[in-house]
């Protein structure tokens, strides 16, 4: 579809939807933007930064009565 017939689709369309085409356009260009800038996650980045208990796997005394 050529712009200008585009153009003149929206134009005859009243305004209260004018409005709900410009939301889309701005929707459909944010949504591009933003695949544009995903950037791919670094694996191992929080590698030796986490820690975890030894005693985890053990039971909790506040679960004793159903054990």
């Known amino acids: 579809m050529e712009q200008l017939q585009l153009i003149e689709k929206v134009k005859k369309i009243p305004p209260a939807y004018q409005q709900e085409v410009e939301d889309f356009i701005d929707f459909i260009l944010e949504k591009k933007v933003a695949k544009e800038k995903k950037v791919k996650r670094k694996l191992g980045l929080l590698k030796g930064k986490l ?15 159903y054990m």
């Open 51 to 65: 820690s975890m208990d030894s005693d985890f796997d053990a039971p909790l005394d506040d679960f004793k009565d």
